[in-house]
């Protein structure tokens, strides 16, 4: 039985090399090394731009920090981003201008921000609290959301065209009438995939965090990775063997894609809040990667209880779903 395993993995190894897979993953680590290191690390925005329009000069005291217009039309403009701050100072009171981000503690940190802008006091010491600078919370945050978004959506179409292709190839119906067994022909798979999903996960890690703070967290961000690698495989295994084209899968896939996956990112890197968006799993894997990246422990026992629970199901469900498929084709 071990023979047939190492053979399954063999097949597999060379359907994944035929189809060029490797070579996409390649491409999609080197596309976002890129854009990570020259574009998104040099991102500096400032903090809450505060715009002042102060025609009689009322506000001789206010800070250099504030940016300051000529008309109150400009004033408006600057202000109308849901993220700068403006203050008409034309009048003895002054009045804070902004648009709402949607999020009412963030808009009250960005009034008091302005206003502590005109009366500015004496820089007191300012301590810095946690090992990351600007740069490094960025590197952070996008490659934890890379990685996220390979795994969750690469890697499920990536086994899912593989298995369409054994379909087709008659090999799941050679399959259904040699002594072959369902578990190592899901194993196979399953032990190819995390591999790649692995090495993935620490070679993203290392060139875009760097190799003393890759080292660190990469414990922690490789046992999300095979959580989610597991679950997103099993669930592509088993849509692949359930749905009867490849034309229905990619239907699947967009739904994926666009109603999964997008409200995912839309609440953890955004204002944007949903309450039931605790009720979605996807979000509560996105959040343990994100969280993998800045030494943030998951959410404890039960995470990793119901995502156990879950790889077991969907092994199971993988299971039923391949013995049935390979008794139609047999």
């Not at 088993?238 to 409200?263: E, G, M, N």
Request: aromatic share 14%; net charge neutral.
């Amino acid at each position: 039985m071990r023979l047939g395993f190492f053979s399954l993995l063999k097949k597999d190894i060379q359907l994944m090399l035929s189809s060029r897979f490797l070579l996409l993953i390649f491409g999609s680590l080197v596309l976002y090394s890129c854009y990570i290191h020259f574009v998104y690390a040099k991102i500096d925005q400032d903090i809450y731009p505060v715009y002042l329009y102060d025609p009689e000069l009322f506000l001789t005291n206010a800070s250099e920090d504030i940016i300051r217009v000529d008309t109150l039309e400009e004033l408006e403009t600057a202000a109308s981003d849901g993220y700068a701050v403006g203050i008409d100072g034309s009048s003895s009171e002054p009045k804070i201008i902004m648009t709402t981000s949607g999020q009412e503690s963030t808009d009250h940190l960005r009034a008091n921000y302005a206003r502590s802008l005109l009366s500015p006091t004496k820089n007191a010491a300012v301590k810095t609290v946690g090992p990351n600078n600007k740069e490094m919370k960025n590197r952070r945050e996008i490659t934890s959301e890379f990685l996220f978004f390979e795994l969750a959506a690469v890697g499920f179409l990536g086994l899912a065209s593989i298995l369409f292709k054994e379909k087709h190839m008659g090999v799941i119906r050679v399959h259904g009438i040699m002594p072959t067994s369902k578990c190592f022909f899901i194993l196979s798979k399953l032990t190819l995939f995390l591999i790649a999903d692995l090495l993935f996960a620490s070679l993203l890690t290392l060139i875009n965090l760097g190799l003393k703070a890759g080292i660190a967290v990469l414990p922690a961000i490789l046992l999300q990775t095979c959580i989610l690698s597991l679950i997103m495989a099993l669930v592509g295994f088993f849509c692949a063997i359930w749905l009867p084209d490849f034309k229905q899968f990619s239907l699947f896939y967009l739904v994926l894609a666009i109603f999964i996956t997008t409200p995912v990112f839309l609440v953890g890197q955004t204002s944007v809040t949903w309450d039931w968006i605790d009720f979605h799993p996807m979000y509560h894997l996105f959040m343990a990667v994100k969280n993998a990246y800045f030494h943030v422990p998951a959410a404890g026992v039960v995470y990793y209880v119901v995502c156990a629970v879950t790889i077991v199901g969907l092994f199971l469900l993988a299971y039923q779903a391949l013995s049935r498929e390979m008794t139609k084709e047999g």
